[in-house]
């Protein structure tokens, strides 16, 4: 079972004007969709403008890191969220994907020097997926679209304030 959704405030982006990337998987589109529309809500919440906020769909979870790498690379983009679902089966194939997803996200990340976040859920069955996915008004328990948009929105405030903190101080 998953655990109770607690709702934490939205913290406002210290960034004006700042850009944010949503790449979402087909695959289980439902879900990843509700995250989606969830991480928007967040994010233009927390300030980001509804026009700052570029989408992209691939087919899959193992094909966000491409896109992912594509959008990061742009000046423009302070960060990327993917979304995706992987769902256990009868073979380790969701192992394979969900493993592809996460590295290919991270390295993604590191080369690019920028917030790119893993919004892949994994799970063993579809229950526990919308569980997950989806906010409590539509039935769901946890809401990881919306806590996915928070970290970022925390991450890029505390890389700003990093960046602002090691800036040459003036006499």
Same mark, same amino acid.
Do not use: W
């Given at each position: 079972?998953?655990?109770?959704?607690e709702?934490q405030p &939205?913290?406002a982006?210290?960034?004006? !004007?700042?850009?944010?990337?949503?790449?979402?998987s087909?695959f289980h589109?439902?879900? &990843?969709?509700?995250?989606?529309?969830?991480?928007?809500?967040?994010?233009t919440?927390? !300030?980001?403008?509804?026009?700052d906020?570029l989408s992209?769909?691939v087919? !899959?979870?193992?094909?966000?890191p491409?896109v992912?790498r594509?959008?990061?690379?742009?000046?423009?983009?302070?960060?990327?969220?993917?979304?995706?679902v992987?769902?256990?089966?009868e073979?380790?194939?969701?192992?394979?994907?969900a493993t592809?997803?996460?590295?290919?996200? /991270? /390295?993604?990340?590191?080369?690019?020097?920028?917030?790119?976040?893993l919004?892949?859920?994994?799970?063993?069955?579809l229950?526990?997926?919308?569980?997950?996915a989806?906010?409590?008004?539509? !039935?769901?328990?946890?809401?990881?679209?919306?806590?996915?948009a /928070?970290?970022?929105i925390?991450?890029l405030? &505390?890389?700003?304030?990093l960046?602002?903190?090691?800036?040459?101080k003036?006499?």
């Amino acid at each position: 079972m998953a655990r109770p959704y607690e709702a934490q405030p &939205t913290e406002a982006l210290n960034q004006p !004007g700042a850009r944010v990337a949503l790449v979402t998987s087909r695959f289980h589109s439902d879900l &990843t969709g509700a995250m989606a529309a969830s991480a928007r809500r967040e994010l233009t919440a927390a !300030g980001v403008a509804d026009e700052d906020i570029l989408s992209a769909v691939v087919p !899959g979870s193992y094909e966000l890191p491409l896109v992912a790498r594509r959008l990061a690379r742009r000046a423009d983009i302070a960060g990327v969220l993917c979304f995706g679902v992987v769902i256990k089966g009868e073979t380790t194939h969701d192992l394979h994907v969900a493993t592809g997803a996460a590295t290919g996200i /991270q /390295q993604v990340m590191l080369e690019t020097d920028k917030p790119v976040l893993l919004g892949v859920l994994t799970t063993n069955t579809l229950e526990q997926a919308r569980a997950r996915a989806l906010p409590p008004e539509e !039935g769901g328990e946890q809401d990881k679209g919306r806590e996915c948009a /928070q970290a970022l929105i925390q991450l890029l405030n &505390t890389l700003k304030e990093l960046e602002e903190d090691q800036a040459p101080k003036r006499a």
